[in-house]
């Protein structure tokens, strides 16, 4: 890109070798830039920013013998294009486009066909021998110009086309024959006359008032309106750039076209000319849809030339911008033009394809394809989707709020999605908004759809806290809540009737439609590999199962960052062992259900630990309260209910004998009560049988030859003074099995940081812990005083769509708060152990947001469900090469 | 005070006007002092703590020529005593004390009577007329030399002793004749003989010997323990001096005596002699309450000379040590002489009214006054107590772990308290240590006893919590719960008896004991009027009602820091208003019963602000979740469960609404929950109704003329934009009535912080929020994520016990954590708004250290209940003053 020298030029040909876009604005500079590629654009120029700024320090007045320069500039352009501007015969018609440096779409003005007048007309009809097309054009020009440059009222345009049509029965304009729109654009003009403004017959002047009239749209409305809102700074963009461009015809016969393509299938990434086109039109026909467009393989019989052209313009547009382009093209009586080149919006897939075969092809670097691959892109390959090769038509689109896609019976309450749920029957939960007391709704259903709210709704906020697919705001849906039906379109939908919603699209559609499951393909490996090399942060997996651990494993988890060993305790023919350990009166009778419950612990440390041979697993000690291991209260009131009418008197005994138990250990506030390490202290005789299974688990392996990373790590610490006594007991618990099982146990000791005091007391603590791991689930609870499920289910809705939170602080980390307290304890903690490893337990952990924030406080890794860890890998080097770049 | 200046010198003569503690040690300066205030002192002299030193450097050998010089220094003794060491005809015995820099009572050795020998204690009988005195007076010095000096096991010479009662059919040491006496002398001997260790009879060796003894019991297990316990520094406490003092007796006839004394009331502070004495007797008969002693006064009659002489002492004393003094004297044959003056253990009242007189006789400054009285003392007088004329003896004493005193029936269970409560009875809980499960009975009962346990035991914890006395390990107790009883001493307890309990001071006594109620005498007053002219921290009372304002007032409140509004929703004829407002299921049907709250809190806020006129009065709107104001869930559960049994059709639809209303509302962790400003927000309409029933007295007290300053704040906050929203919510309900009464309200804004993103967010806060309070027992919660009432039930008694945590944090604020986050909004929120006032409200306003803390983070008040108010002045005052003089 060259830059020009001199300030004082006022416009620039397209051939002239400059491309400053400040300069020339984004549309002017892309096409000096495709004409300095030798590319085949059609003639023209661009008149600076600079000018635009001169005009409105001069009172909205072009400056004085710009227009002689421009008419000059013209001349030139005549003789380039062997037309004349104004000249009947042989006629220049040209757009005057706007394009400021910084883009703004469809903000400003842009005038087509500039330099028709009556004469100029007549003599394109005889040139083209297409009559038609020649009126045509020129009453378009009349009322684009009308309402532009001259500000008549669009409306008054469209009254008198609709008379013309009346009165010839026309349906629609292209039923209106050539001597209907000779009197349309008549009517145009006596329009203008009407209005004292008439339509300037001299072109010159039909392009002076143009220029003016782009100028003064930068400071239009809907382009204030739109700098303010996406906050672009005046010294960003000084003004707009004119671009002055002769017109091609993609209409002039059968040697004419006008089509779109993509360099690359936007769906599957595979390279390729991939699009359509149309003979004998314009963009407007394509655009229309009146006739169907032929395939751009076809061009191959039809313009053999100009598909060689297409093919070879598209190697050197994707070799030039480095990026899969979407062309739009014309064919003027054989000569192929170029009208525009631009980013081509992929699928996921189509993206990351791309840009994995881009690095292949040399055009791009491995950074580059990390760095244009957004984690929002990966995550929607992780979820199930609408298959794209099957077309459905969508009945109705609203706000996509949580990704994936489902289908099932449409439910109109929460209680029969749960009622129909039990009877093994899947169903999509539809209200026009739900409440806190719909979300027992939200766990049986297969997905919400609601329509009304947006992306911070209580729908929205439920559904991606639990994962669900949700759309919401589809305000194409009425329902009809009585009659537990909803109509469409015309059409209606039944309790029962099946739909399928796309929560990552926002699209719903009647039936069952295809869906593809979450498959990654080899070159999102090959790009996810390629983020391994350049990322700094570990990226570790939360699995309880040997399973879960295989699957992180290979999803390319690096580690187990959180294996919580209550959901052991949980399962199926251990529950009754734990539930008689609780019910314990003494320590003894307590270790003696401990010693058997034991075994079945190291089972299942062995399991995970050689699962992850060499590979570090951090193993949590128990964290929640003992009463969660018992029924619910009022489950067991109910019972002592029944069995003191008419049950056997032992039961009862016993019935009532757990219900004074969990009566002893209900809490007011059980997230904050007697749990974790408070536990863990108070009854030592749990953390210890934990801490001896892990050790002998470790010895066992050892001996196998096993190579094993075995951390443990406590949960809930608030103060040093817990992580010190319990060191001490680790330290015990391993000299023992040292001594008797004879061999080294290299099993290290750490703490989770989930509570404020621990990362205020991080100095201290890392003086007892080998490492960190951040629970941000609970810290950030702590943070706000927010629980959670109470939180999400009653006010965070609120919160989010009244602007008091920008952010849901569960999915990402809350900066200023629980980030702040992060970054304490981090330096803090090192302080004392400068080589303590820090991490990340939790959901945040597969937050792109979060793990920027991790990267950034100089967390060694971040763990997150196994399902997440692609994401978190590209997000982990997308951080460190934004970071290396100094961003 | 004068230092000694040469280093070289060993020995220091009471006269020689040195009194360097450092050097002579607290004993030995104390006796220079006082002899050079010219008292009648015993001659004596100092070994320095050199000395030691030097005797440790040298392998516990005393240097090379000491004994010369001690020798000397005995020689100097017998030419200014007039007495002859070792010399039977005029005897010098001699004490060889210890006594080191740093206070150690108790914890090294000393010894009396040195100088006895066989011919010597001859002589002592003859020259006294008492040989029965002369061979009790050398069996106690063979004994104490034998233990402390030659390492005999003390029981061999209690056998002895016991032998010979035996033998003489002897109940007491003093049923034993003369004879007997020599005998036992005589025994003891030989045992010194048979272990080989003979009592040397050259006085000379004797002083060597004990001299070694004494330093060598710097490095006893008592002493070392003991400034391990109190981390005493190595530094601070470099060895002991030996002290050596020639002998007075009180017991060598009727013209001698012995006796202690107060130079002021210790229970009343009122000044004047105030103690006992015996004629012809040794300190010993005073304590072993052989004979009874005589009041003080009965001195003018029997030894006039010598009883003004101590009038004179005592006042030289008092100018000299500004304290009252505790004063042993003897009189020797008409001659007094002061053997140790310390300063006077008062009670709570005569203390403070002792430092209140001395400032009014010039003695002290008010800052001294004011730093002398400990808040701890003033607090004793906060509290029911028991009256100290009467004289009752304690059955027991314990540990004393919550002050005040109470009487009631003995109880041994929980359940049984609160039986008898519910009977109109008064209980005492008794139990060997209490559990989580017992916390019921800790609410019923007046007080607790326990026989195990410390200051941090559940008993101690859970009852200060919830300020009810308590007296925890009394270990004199023996608990029979299986049969209601216990057994102390010889008497028996059982279930019904009344007993009385003084947990200010750990004592038991048996039935009811006169209390003194709480009344604060006009000293102390007095001194609180001192303490506000020096404090700079304000100190603001919590008050939910005009009764409790007015109080609060009296005791010297100078505002309303903490009024709470939810207590006056809670009143009788208001809750089915709130109830109904609850169950309302649109907004506009809550407003119809909120208009009806509306002028009842109007009213309410009215009285609380005239009673407070002229003083400002901080508002907080409603905070506790909706659900606190209906019945319990399970209470409801039972109720529909009733009605659906037998009961009307209408009453079972309400209590099933009632109870779906419940379920809705209920939540997991209710303190985290949907409450405070979070409820406000999402329920504007509660809070407009608060702030305009606020707005609405403000206009009308403004109108009759009374100087009112209100102020709002909100709880529970976590981000400004919450305090945006009401901040705008706030002036547009200010500005409506401001324009419809006409009349200018200065009504100030302000929030809580209370949750650790809130002082984390100050800076942002602060735009909007006047003033900051800080609700220090919810930002304790968060900090530690402990729930206060779950952790001090369930383990926070562990952790004091265990030293996990040294102090309970709701008791006082947590420096590191909470005191920090403190700091770092006062820091922030200042930065931001100069001017912003900060205070902090809850329990923590009323406790001494937390003050301390408060006063250092440049908080401008703190709010406490107002019986708490005085100990907050002295506090805040007392603060001011450490910082003044920088430490």
Redesign the interface.
């Known amino acids: 890109m060259q830059v020009a020298n001199s300030p004082q030029k006022w416009l620039y040909f397209f051939d002239e070798g400059v491309s400053d876009k400040k300069l020339l604005g984004g549309k002017g500079a892309g096409l000096c830039e495709m004409t300095s590629l030798g590319l085949p654009i059609p003639q023209g120029f661009v008149i600076t920013t600079e000018v635009c700024e001169e005009f409105y320090r001069n009172g909205q007045k072009l400056p004085t013998g710009l227009m002689d320069t421009v008419l000059a500039a013209m001349s030139s352009l005549e003789l380039r294009t062997g037309k004349k501007f104004g000249n009947p015969e042989k006629p220049l018609l040209v757009s005057v486009r706007s394009g400021a440096p910084v883009s703004m779409p469809g903000m400003m003005d842009t005038i087509l066909n500039l330099g028709l007048n009556d004469s100029v007309t007549e003599g394109l009809a005889t040139l083209t021998g297409n009559r038609r097309f020649a009126y045509d054009t020129y009453r378009r020009f009349i009322q684009l110009f009308g309402k532009i440059v001259l500000g008549v009222d669009e409306d008054e345009f469209a009254k008198l086309l609709d008379g013309e049509k009346r009165r010839r029965n026309a349906k629609q304009d292209s039923d209106l024959d050539a001597d209907s729109v000779r009197r349309v654009s008549e009517s145009y003009k006596e329009l203008l006359r009407r209005e004292n403004k008439p339509l300037p017959q001299d072109p010159a002047i039909q392009l002076e008032l143009a220029i003016e009239a782009v100028f003064r749209s930068w400071m239009g409305k809907r382009a204030i309106e739109y700098r303010r809102q996406y906050r672009i700074a005046p010294e960003q963009a000084r003004g707009t750039a004119v671009t002055i461009v002769s017109m091609v015809f993609g209409n002039m016969g059968d040697d004419s076209a006008t089509g779109v393509l993509f360099t690359r299938d936007p769906s599957t990434g595979v390279r390729g000319l991939y699009g359509d086109y149309l003979t004998n039109a314009q963009g407007e026909d394509v655009v229309a849809g009146v006739r169907t467009p032929k395939p751009i393989a076809d061009m191959q019989g039809e313009f053999p030339r100009a598909y060689e052209t297409l093919e070879q313009v598209s190697q050197k547009l994707e070799s030039h911008y480095r990026e899969p382009q979407d062309i739009e093209f014309t064919v003027e009586r054989g000569a192929l033009y170029l009208l525009q080149t631009r980013a081509a919006k992929m699928g996921p897939m189509g993206a990351i394809r791309a840009v994995v075969d881009m690095v292949h092809e040399g055009l791009i670097s491995k950074e580059e394809a990390i760095l244009r691959t957004s984690p929002e892109q990966l995550e929607q390959l992780l979820h199930p989707r609408v298959d794209p090769s099957h077309k459905e038509i969508p009945i109705a689109t609203g706000v996509p709020a949580s990704p994936g896609a489902a289908s099932g019976k449409v439910v109109f309450d929460a209680d029969t999605a749960v009622e129909w749920t039990k009877k093994g029957e899947k169903v999509i939960l539809v209200r026009e908004e739900t409440k806190?007391?719909d979300v027992h709704g939200f766990f049986a259903a297969e997905g919400v759809l609601t329509s009304r709210g947006g992306k911070t709704s209580h729908a929205a906020v439920v559904a991606r806290g639990i994962g669900k697919p949700c759309i919401v705001g589809c305000s194409a849906l009425t329902i009809y809540q009585q009659s537990r039906l909803l109509r469409v379109g015309g059409a209606t939908i039944t309790q029962g009737d099946t739909i399928t919603i796309d929560g990552s699209s926002g699209s719903v559609y009647p039936g069952v439609v295809p869906l593809l499951q979450p498959e990654l393909k080899e070159e999102v490996f090959e790009l996810l590999a390629w983020a391994d090399e350049v990322k700094t942060l570990g990226v570790w997996a939360n699995a309880d199962t040997p399973e879960m651990a295989s699957k992180a494993r290979k999803m390319g988890a690096e580690g187990i960052g959180l294996a919580r060993t209550e959901r052991m305790f949980n399962s199926e023919e251990r529950l009754p062992i734990v539930v008689s350990m609780i019910m314990a009166s003494t320590e003894e009778e307590r270790r003696y259900y401990l010693d058997k419950l034991r075994p079945l612990q190291k089972q299942d440390f062995k399991r995970i630990l050689r699962e992850m041979h060499g590979l570090p697993v951090i193993i949590r000690l128990l964290d929640p309260p003992l009463h969660e291991f018992l029924p619910r209260l009022?489950d067991m009131?109910e019972q002592v209910?029944k069995l003191q009418q008419h049950g056997d008197e032992k039961q009862l005994v016993q019935a009532k004998r757990m219900l004074d138990k969990a009566r002893?250990l209900s809490?007011?506030?059980?997230?904050?009560?007697?749990r974790g390490v408070?536990?863990g202290?108070?009854h030592p005789e749990i953390y210890e049988m934990q801490i001896a299974a892990v050790m002998e688990a470790t010895a066992e392996l050892v001996k196998e030859g096993v190579d094993v990373k075995p951390k443990i790590m406590t949960p809930?610490v608030?103060?040093h003074?817990?992580v010190k006594?319990l060191r001490e007991q680790f330290e015990k618990v391993r000299l023992l099995i040292e001594t008797r099982e004879n061999v080294k146990l290299d099993v290290k000791f750490g703490t989770m940081v989930?509570?404020?005091?621990a990362a205020?007391?991080a100095d201290e603590i890392a003086k007892y812990a080998e490492f960190f791991s951040f629970g941000t689930n609970?810290l950030s609870?702590?943070?706000?005083?927010?629980?959670r499920?109470?939180?999400e289910a009653?006010?965070l809705p609120?919160?989010l769509e009244?602007?008091?939170?920008s952010d849901n602080p569960f999915e990402t980390i809350?900066e200023?708060?629980v980030g702040?307290?992060i970054k304490m304890a981090v330096e803090s903690g090192r302080a004392t152990r400068p080589d303590l490893e820090v991490g990340i337990c939790g959901e945040h952990g597969g937050d792109p947001r979060s793990i920027y924030l991790c990267h950034r406080a100089g967390l060694n890794y971040v763990s997150a469900s196994a399902f997440r860890i692609p994401v978190a890998r590209l997000a982990a080097a997308r951080v460190a090469l934004l970071d290396r770049a100094g961003n």
């Open positions: 806190p007391e009022e009131l209910e002893a809490e007011a506030n059980p997230m904050l009560g007697h408070r536990l202290l108070t809930q608030a103060l003074q817990e006594l989930e509570t404020v005091r205020l007391d609970d609870q702590a943070t706000f005083s927010f629980s499920e109470d939180a009653k006010f609120f919160y009244k602007g008091i939170l809350d200023k708060g702040r307290l």
